[in-house]
């Protein structure tokens, strides 16, 4: 009788937390907000991309191969909207599609905690919006989780020189697609410690990968190498002012600070315009505001840090929203890293999650946005399956503990939908 009870609970739990979260995906994504976004004037950039050709283009710093997907859509339909609603329509079906071909190299024999696990996170990247972004960040996460493809295949010793070339193609697209795609290098780099060092394997694969990378960053990037002698990337900063977004968000982030604006966004994106940047430095000088990184953590390291552990604050906080309190078994390594003394190989993509959340609440220096995890979200649920493999609870509890967590869920996505009512 109690196996029924419990089993009961978690069927009829799945029921209305299914029901809840596609009455919230309607609201959210096609009733409130079935239109193109165009924060980054993308639309813009491509035009210029079409207008004024490859070169000029690519040596004024542009979004290469997002500009280049764009181009054929935008020769059938003559239209820029349809053009980027297309492309990012289609990445975000192949993120759907990419991440669940990476779970399903997983094996278990827990069918009740995969099926869980793949329900939640499926409901979470139809969630995401992503067809509606106006700009290349879902098309770079193609290119990411396709990126992780290729990486756990190797984890899962399914090694080949092609794959090799592969990856090594994969990532000098990735640097040809948006500066953002710096965040890969850590995780790479572990996987090459992982694989290559401490497996032992041929340290001459570990050079096939970069070698292609490089050849292919240098062909896409010639024009900007050649006339600038730099990568090329869009400059999001508008014409007509000398400031940058590093010294916007310092600015923003000051005025926080001070008690002037709210702990929130906004602060920056919409209460710290560039022309309030631009006034400001023209009365302080032009000393008054960091312009790169570097100047930013030199100037004020107490802000880096405050901004920092804000941020991974607000990942958790959002993680365990979207995934539930089963979000937290992802601290497990960090317990079993103090208990072993050494890093467990099984636990690469919870390693990598951890590394990619510090990277960007650390170097971004603003508030993070959350379309930047286009692409990485699949480290979440599969470090899920890694650490529970082989737990072994009883079947009430896990019944009991699964249901739990769909009702968290529901009912943080049931106040989510009375607000969009």
Known sequence: MKVN??????????IVFSLIYILLIYYYNYKKNFFLHDGDNYRGKFLEFYQNGYYKSVSEGTSILYNLVIYPFYLLTKDIVISIFCVNSISHLLIIILSFKILKKFKSKNTLLVSHVCLVFFFYLINSNYFATGNNDIFLGVLIVFFFY?????????YSLKKNILLGLIIGLIFSTRASGIFIVPIYMLFCVVHFILNKNSIKQLVVTPLVALIVVFVFHFPSIVEKHKLSFEDKSPSGYSVNWIQRNYLGLKKIELGKENMHRDAIWKNTKFEEVQTYVDQNGDAS???????????????????TA????????????????LFLVIFYPILDFFKEKKMDRKYF??????????????????FVEYRWFAGYEVLIPLSFLVILKDRKFNENKYYLVLSLNLIFITLANLKSLITLI
Do not use: Q
């Open 310 to 325: 804000y941020n991974i604050g607000h990942i958790m906080i959002r993680e365990i929203r979207f995934f539930g309190f």
């Open 289 to 307: 505001l960091p312009k790169s990184f570097f100047e930013f953590i030199t100037k004020d390291p107490i802000l880096a840090i405050k901004i």
């Open 150 to 158: 290729i990486i756990f295949g190797f984890l899962n010793n399914e």
């Open 349 to 366: 993509s919870v390693y990598a999650f951890y590394i990619f959340c510090a990277s960007i609440a650390f170097l971004t220096l603003t």
């Open 5 to 14: 009870f419990y089993k009961k609970l978690y069927n009829w739990s799945l």
